[in-house]
């Protein structure tokens, strides 16, 4: 474990000690937990922490395999192993790329050209928000999700009227409908049609994915002298990311734009109507959240050097 995180555990502790109703780490209840940080939860009932592949914890990682064979911890959602390689997911470019770089010396680095890293990220994001947003197939993703909510809806209502069969009263069609109101609150309102984002907003959303892409110093697979499969699957993971948007101790790395949380097609039609597996949004947030403690941890070296 990290000081970092240390501290921030001992912080959240001193902070909520005296909230805490069951001993602690009671094990006797159902865990209620909150994030402290990127792999790290915290119980509001008992104070006990769990911090994704710790040898130390005393909940350990609650693993589910996915579709895709990766397995994902469902406390923090953080992937915890991946084990298969889907054909949308392997990039010839990106296959050389690391192949010819690994058979270099250490000494050799693959430079590549500010403008040109500049261009292609650029050219990616605008193409991916293209392709997300006003594409033919974003308006079949749309069209998929207006059915799936009707369904869910249909479903919550004869699931009602089901139960009230053999009360042998008459039915309360009223009652009826509020449950359906109520079983689908948790999912996502469809807007209608003419709801739509004006071309400055998405002119701005990807000025400032372009910038914030370049600060990153992505790994050695990232090359960027050309678009690959890879960087189209991270640029998509931070669009996604754009609807929350990024802060830290008080600093935004990356601007919320809540607009997209309306507009982006959910991640369970990715496959099907993109042919991009939903996994690249929960993949490319880990590999921005790697950059970003780099970023961090930089930055705190820093300062100690000035100190000293």
């Known amino acids: 474990m990290n000081k970092s995180l240390q501290k921030k555990i001992n912080s959240w502790w001193h902070e909520n000690q005296l909230l805490f109703i069951l001993p602690s780490m009671y094990g ?8 402290l940080e990127a792999g790290c939860v915290g119980c509001r009932l008992c104070g006990v922490v769990h911090i994704c592949q710790e040898r130390c914890n005393i909940v350990p990682c609650c693993r589910e395999r996915q ?3 990766s397995e994902v911890c469902l406390l923090t ?8 390689f889907f054909e949308s997911e392997i990039s010839i470019s990106d296959f050389k790329s690391d192949s ?3 058979m270099q010396r250490p000494s050799k680095k693959i430079k590549v050209a500010h403008e040109v890293s500049q261009q292609v990220i650029s050219d990616t994001t605008h193409a991916m928000m293209n392709l997300l947003l006003f594409s033919d197939k974003a308006k079949l993703a ?4 207006k059915k799936r909510y009707r369904k869910k809806i249909a479903a919550a209502f004869s699931k ?3 139960g009230q069969r053999y009360k042998f009263n008459q039915y309360n069609i009223i009652e009826g409908v509020e449950f359906a109101m109520s ?3 948790k999912y996502r309102k469809i807007h209608p049609n003419t709801y739509t984002v004006s071309k400055t907003e998405t002119d701005e959303i990807s000025k400032v994915i372009i910038e914030f892409v370049s600060k990153l110093v992505l790994p050695k697979p990232y090359i960027l002298c050309h678009q690959t499969e890879k960087l189209n699957n991270l640029i998509t993971s931070i669009i996604y990311i754009c609807s929350d948007g990024i802060c830290y101790n008080g600093i935004t790395y990356l601007k919320r734009f809540s607009v997209l949380k309306c507009l982006l097609p959910l991640e369970l039609t990715l496959l099907s109507c993109f042919k991009i597996q939903p996994k690249i949004v929960t993949d490319g947030e880990n590999i921005v959240k ?3 403690n780099d970023l961090i941890n930089k930055k705190n070296n820093k300062k100690k050097i000035v100190s000293i």
């Open 28 to 35: 006797g209840h159902q865990h209620d937990w909150t994030f």
């Open 67 to 69: 579709d895709d064979s």
């Open 77 to 84: 959602g953080i992937v915890l192993s991946t084990t298969t």
């Open 100 to 102: 010819y770089s690994n």
């Open 142 to 145: 749309k069209e998929m999700e």
């Open 160 to 162: 009602h009227v089901s």
């Open 183 to 185: 079983a689908v609150s």
């Open 290 to 292: 790697m950059c970003i």
